[in-house]
């Protein structure tokens, strides 16, 4: 809990004024982007990039998508922007570890034994924590057969950050 950063959250209260799609705007993007989400298509597609010019709404689209995968209970997500502490790399992979738990209940307590077997593995690199939190887990899961075609996905959706190198870092 230490190393989240609650107010990245699509839908912290601590926002000023976020931004939001009209209603009716912006329609035909959503569309496509809830299409590409909950497609039962096998796909070797597992990133969606949105991108646009400043002011196109990129950061009002990421919050529709987010509050449509949120009612349908697939969703992780991270705002870096208009907040200083969390226009950082540092709280992405503990936000996406607590939502994955959140989200997967059966990763609760593999998560939990692996920050309690390493308490510092949330100062290593975001690859490790990832792997070691999320990645081995599910594919320990999958293994498993807890995922199965035609089950919906799990959703991750980054807004934007403004350091250059955290954006590099991110994308590899």
Partial sequence: MEAV?????????????????????????ITKIMDWVTSTIDTDTH?????????????????????????????A???????????TMKPLAANIVYCVARSIP???ELIKIAIEADP???TYS???QLTKLVLEHLRLLAD??????GKSPRVVVIDECLDKGAQTNLIQ
């Fill in 77 to 87: 997500s991270f705002f870096f922007r208009s907040d200083p502490k969390r226009n």
């Fill in 5 to 29: 950063s609650p107010n990245a959250f699509y839908d912290s209260d601590n926002r000023a004024d976020p931004p939001r799609c009209h209603e009716n705007t912006r329609v035909a993007v």
């Fill in 144 to 149: 498993q057969g807890y995922f199965f075609p």
């Fill in 106 to 108: 059966s990763t609760d």
């Fill in 126 to 128: 975001i690859e490790v």
């Fill in 47 to 75: 990133v969606l990039w949105l991108y646009g010019p400043a002011g196109a709404g990129k950061t009002a689209i990421a919050r529709r998508v987010a509050e449509l995968c949120q009612a349908q209970g697939l969703l």
């Fill in 120 to 122: 510092l593995i949330f």
